[in-house]
């Protein structure tokens, strides 16, 4: 799930790589930027894979959120076109701890892609390890790539909403968003009821990598999460459904069982005009929550 910088570099260096890497900076209001980033310096064979063209669809599951899941047969024939193959290793990085990576990495592997990894440390750790970035754009023949047709443990907006006050649902946003002292995208400031606070910093290390299992297993014990928890007991969510996959990375290295995913997450449900809370609080669940949850989304995507 993890591959270090030297680690990738001597794959790279294979005489036929089989490992595509992926490129999948993006940027919260900064339409565009991932792309120009990428085009100031990647490593050496990245490809740019844009979150909002690529890993997500207006229309998918999670909508209205702003980062819904694609259709999987489309997001399959978008990365074989791109050059990514059934025998590649897909190794995704980002400059942001991995907290949009795991968008990708959760994807394939949650259909089926057994070769799927996160460059620890991001493009940070590319030059740390004595390499160079290259500006050169990089492209590779289209490939074959099959995956499941479904989507498995993710979880829409009306189903959460009868099961809150009955799981763990966790919100991988940054502390000040889930208390609503700051909402600088969605319709709404704080949190879904009942949502745990667990930014997704917190999985990582000072140098930018993830923590080691044990460390990570103790941070959600903290929250009552063990390896005894059952993983439909856990459901991950954030802004648009991206972040929370770094939580569900982090459950998988910690050795607990995998979490389920609301990719419409806060995005969808503050455009639906469901009750929030904010303050440090999770907040109770409100009264008729589900039935309200049925009624049509209001607000643009």
């Known amino acids: 799930m993890l591959i270090q910088a030297h680690e990738l570099a001597a794959r790279l260096a294979e005489p036929v790589p089989s490992v ?20 100031s310096g990647h490593i050496l064979g990245a490809i740019f894979v844009d979150l909002d063209a690529d890993l997500a669809d207006p229309k998918g599951l999670g909508a209205p959120g702003r980062h819904p899941l694609p259709d999987p047969t489309a997001f399959a024939r978008r990365l074989g076109e791109l050059g990514i193959g059934d025998q590649h290793l897909v190794v995704a990085y980002d400059d942001a701890g991995g907290s949009i ?8 592997d949650n259909l089926g892609h ?7 440390g991001g493009i940070q750790a590319w030059p740390e390890a004595g390499n160079t970035l290259t500006t050169a754009e990089n492209a590779w023949p289209p490939a074959e790539l099959h995956l499941r047709s479904t989507w498995r443990r993710a979880i829409d907006r009306e189903t959460l909403a009868g099961q809150l006050g009955s799981v763990s649902l966790l919100d991988a946003r940054a502390g000040d968003r889930y208390r609503g002292e700051v909402e600088p995208v969605d319709p709404a400031a704080g949190h879904i009821p009942t949502a745990l606070s667990l930014p997704t910093g917190g999985n990582l290390a000072p ?6 299992a044990e460390e990570l ?12 928890t059952s993983g439909d007991d856990v459901i991950t969510s954030c802004g648009s459904g991206v972040t929370a996959c770094h939580t569900a990375l982090a459950m998988r290295l910690a050795e ?25 609080e999770p907040g109770a669940r409100p009264s008729s929550i589900a039935a309200s949850a049925r009624s049509p989304a209001r607000g643009s995507a």
Request: no cysteine; glycine share 10%; charged share 25%.
């Open 217 to 228: 297993e103790a941070r959600f014990r903290a929250i009552g999460i063990d390896p005894g």
């Open 207 to 212: 140098n930018g990598r993830f923590l080691p």
């Open 114 to 120: 057994p070769n799927v990894a996160i460059l620890d």
């Open 256 to 280: 607990l069982r995998d979490p389920i995913l609301y990719p419409g997450s806060f995005s969808d449900w503050s455009r639906a005009g469901l009750p929030v809370a904010s303050g440090a």
């Open 101 to 108: 990576a795991a968008r990708l990495w959760w994807m394939l």
């Open 20 to 39: 595509r890497v992926a490129d999948v900076r993006w940027y919260l209001n900064q339409p565009g930027r991932g792309r120009r980033e990428y085009e």
